[in-house]
């Protein structure tokens, strides 16, 4: 297995270990936050829209993910659907993220900031 990407022990049991990579909980982040109505996409920088329109589908985009001693802080980047409340958004994204990842992995997620980096005009839910 390529040890190149930063992993966390999840799970040890008498079996063996379980790690996850933080890019995993990255895209769990991303696909939680883009299931919330409002949420028009995941907002990213120019490396990975560029990245997404060549075809090479990125889930983590717009999402960064911290990890220290088992407690996750995550920051995601959303483009909002116009007429949309952002705060009630928002929050919805918060608890989602949170949720998924807490479930998903075990970890435990102290901090879910969400920037707003745009309104769609043309793709209202």
Do not use: C, W
């Amino acid at each position: 297995m390529a040890e190149d990407r930063k992993t966390f022990k999840i799970k040890d049991g008498h079996l063996g270990e379980v790690k996850i990579a933080d890019e995993v909980v990255a895209i769990i982040a991303g696909l939680a936050a883009t299931e919330v109505e409002g949420v028009s996409s995941m907002a990213g920088n120019i490396t990975n829209e560029l990245v997404s329109k060549l075809g090479m589908k990125n889930l983590s985009k717009g999402v960064r993910v911290e990890v220290l001693s088992g407690i996750v802080n995550v920051d995601v980047a959303l483009n909002i659907a116009y007429g949309y409340s952002i705060p009630e958004v928002s929050a919805k994204v918060q608890e989602r993220v949170k949720s998924a990842i807490e479930n998903m992995t075990g970890l435990e997620v102290s901090i879910v900031n969400v920037r707003i980096a745009s309104v769609d005009m043309g793709n209202n839910k």
